[in-house]
């Protein structure tokens, strides 16, 4: 399975900053997805990000707010702009394993970027 | 659209003894299923996986889990609990999406207490 890593592994940020998280992998994958991982709660799909298209967001979520990244097929970057303490959350990477050739895809999770919001 | 159903939020168990964490899911065609433990601190690391087949599936750590589509669960089973094996879990359902790839929603996860 693919190596994820994430930057930076934790933060505290005041209210009204953004925070670029960056998420590496070790090998091309063609589909890169972000969680949110709200205290307490279970994930939340945030966006798809497809190397050389536009991410596509779920229900809830926005653009503007957390704009997308998608240079290359090992690299991604999520931006949380303007937080508020309602964004503090851990945001995983996950990359999609296609190695079965398109069948049998399995999702395999960075760390995860610990997000404080003051 | 797809959902899982984990309905116990917290289960503590001696260390040795035997443990199966509940899941249920709805979906309307045949589901690719997942669980995954996140320790403290840590992210999600896949426990196994079902597509097709052999509906009782093994996966890492002494675990395994058995499809019963009549029931619509994906319960995950160990048969002898390490302290080590104190986590969250979380079963999750998959579908591939018109773009190819999959869609996977979570279920709100299981907190495992091991006591000695």
């Known amino acids: 399975s693919a190596v994820i890593s994430q930057k930076p592994s934790r933060d505290i940020c005041q209210r009204g900053t953004s925070l670029t998280i960056q998420c590496q992998v070790d090998?091309?994958?063609?589909?890169m997805f972000w969680y949110r991982q709200q205290p307490g709660q279970s994930l939340t799909l945030i966006a798809t990000?497809?190397?050389?298209?536009?991410?596509?967001?779920e229900s809830g979520f926005v653009i503007d707010k957390f704009p997308i990244s998608r240079p290359n097929l090992t690299f991604s970057t999520l931006t949380v702009s303007n937080m508020s303490p309602e964004d503090s959350s851990i945001y995983l990477c996950s990359v999609e394993d296609q190695s079965f050739a398109g069948v049998e895809e399995t999702q395999y999770f960075g760390p995860g970027t610990r997000l404080l919001v003051l | 659209a797809q959902s899982v159903t984990q309905p116990d939020i917290h289960i503590t168990v001696s260390e040795g003894a035997s443990l199966e964490l509940r899941c249920n899911y709805s979906?309307?065609?045949?589901?690719?299923l997942f669980w995954y433990v996140q320790s403290p601190g840590q992210g999600l690391q896949l426990l196994l996986k079902?597509?097709?087949?052999?509906?009782l599936v093994q996966g890492i750590k002494g675990f395994e889990a058995e499809f019963k589509r009549s029931q619509s669960s994906f319960n995950l089973r160990k048969p002898s609990v390490h302290w080590s094996d104190a986590a969250e879990y979380f079963c999750a359902v998959g579908r591939v999406r018109s773009g190819g790839y999959q869609k996977v929603t979570f279920g709100t996860g299981t907190k495992l207490q091991v006591i000695p």
């Open positions: 979906y309307g065609a045949t589901p690719y």
């Open positions: 090998s091309q994958v063609t589909m």
């Open positions: 990000a497809n190397q050389g298209s536009e991410a596509t967001y």
């Open positions: 079902y597509f097709s087949g052999d509906t």
